[in-house]
């Protein structure tokens, strides 16, 4: 990030911060090699830094981890008792801290061709199957030929997809809904998250107008596909 885009940020208070930072972390966690951010907390009476693991919203209470002579260190800290923040380790989440201001640019290596698409698809429709015990086809739509960013959002499309329909899998009374209805998922990008359902085939757009941020959730994308079954 340069210190141009660093002007475009805004002001977020203690609490949306460790909200980013929680999801950095589970982006980063399911990585081969995660980059957790490092973040440093003070308190009101004392300091505490380290890698960010995890935040929990309702025990209110942040975990840092840290290494040093291959042992580790826990520090659990009580948000109430938080009054800065500072991060680092996250160059390239800048557009979270942004709420869609400044663009996403994904890493080349991180922008698949369209035959690594296909493949990926290809791999989704064999785990579906396995998972609904039906066959599902599943496709990209776009009016033109995509271009690098679409494809990347596109991956992370497939990748919610894929939580989404195992969350469907494993509720029954889902599963037997969803099987019911829909032989086709049709996906598209766009500037809203919605769904529809038409002769078994259910199209659904995902909203990137903030990029990632702007995506649902896998509980959220299931709601709106369970709404029009």
């Known amino acids: 990030m340069d210190f141009i885009t660093m002007l475009q940020l805004p002001v977020l208070d203690t609490n949306e911060v460790l909200k980013i930072a ?38 209110q209470v942040v975990l840092l981890c840290d290494i040093y002579d291959r ?51 290809h791999s989704l429709e064999l785990e579906v199957k396995g998972l609904l015990e039906k066959e599902i ?19 992370k499309v497939i990748s919610l997809l894929k939580e989404t329909l195992s969350k469907i899998a494993a509720d029954n009374l889902a599963k037997e809904a969803f099987t019911k209805s829909i032989s086709t998922i049709n996906f598209n990008l766009g500037q809203e998250n919605k769904s529809s359902l038409e002769k078994e085939v259910i199209s659904i757009t995902i909203d990137t107008s903030k990029g990632l941020k702007s995506y649902p959730k896998a509980a959220a994308l299931q709601g709106l596909i369970e709404k029009g079954l």
């Open 137 to 155: 086809a599943i496709a990209y739509k776009s009016d033109e030929t995509p271009e690098g960013l679409e494809k990347f959002y596109a991956s």
């Open 22 to 59: 929680q999801e950095i972390a589970d982006i980063e966690r399911k990585e081969e090699r995660p980059r957790m951010p490092k973040v440093s907390i003070r308190t009101h009476c004392d300091s505490a830094s380290g890698f960010f693991v995890n935040y929990d919203s309702q025990k």
């Open 71 to 121: 042992d580790a260190q826990f520090q659990y800290i009580q948000v109430h008792s938080i009054s800065s923040i500072s991060l680092s380790n996250i160059n390239k989440y800048g557009y979270l801290l942004s709420d869609g201001t400044i663009p996403l640019v994904p890493d080349a290596s991180e922008i698949p061709t369209m035959l690594q698409l296909k493949k990926d698809i």
